[in-house]
């Protein structure tokens, strides 16, 4: 599928609020309403728009602790690789994954309660995943940006 600049807008627009109403975004897409639902359910169907979610404020639900955490694995075959993918992606405190170039084989963004709760984490949790050589973690002391909205660029 190949994004015309409406479909991009309606991804810029989605993105700042994925509540607005059908006919709120035909309006500023400058389309029909049925012309712009059926291009969103396009734009689902292709995997272009994921899911719609609402951002919670961490603090509102005691979640204050941020962390990020480099790991690196002992071994970097097939197995373990798969193995690693497996248990971390059953973490609740995991919120993202990404494997990594440099001296670490992965990045984690993990939440917490508190330190306590991340302490907790490290010890009955991710050092328990077969594999792991070596552990970084880095402490969030406050957060100057966090956005969501994903830049929209032409092909």
């Known amino acids: 599928m190949q994004l015309d600049n409406i479909d991009r807008k309606i991804l810029d ?9 059908n006919r709120d975004l035909a309006v500023m897409v400058n389309l029909s309403p049925p012309t712009t639902l059926e291009r969103v359910k396009k734009l689902e169907s292709k995997g272009y728009i994921k899911r719609f979610v609402a951002i919670v404020d961490p603090a509102k639900v005691n979640t204050n602790c941020f962390t990020y955490v480099e790991v690196t694995l002992a071994r970097h075959g097939k197995d373990a690789l798969l193995r690693f993918t497996e248990e971390i992606t059953d973490l609740k405190e995991v919120l993202e994954c990404h494997r990594i170039t440099g001296g670490a084989d992965f990045l984690l963004k993990v939440a917490t309660q508190n330190i306590s709760g991340y302490e907790d984490f490290l010890i009955h949790k991710l050092t328990d995943i077969q594999d792991i050589q070596h552990l970084k973690t880095l402490v969030v002391l406050s957060t100057l940006k966090q956005e969501t909205k994903i830049p929209i660029n032409k092909t």
């Open 13 to 21: 627009v989605l993105q700042d609020d994925g509540r607005l109403t």
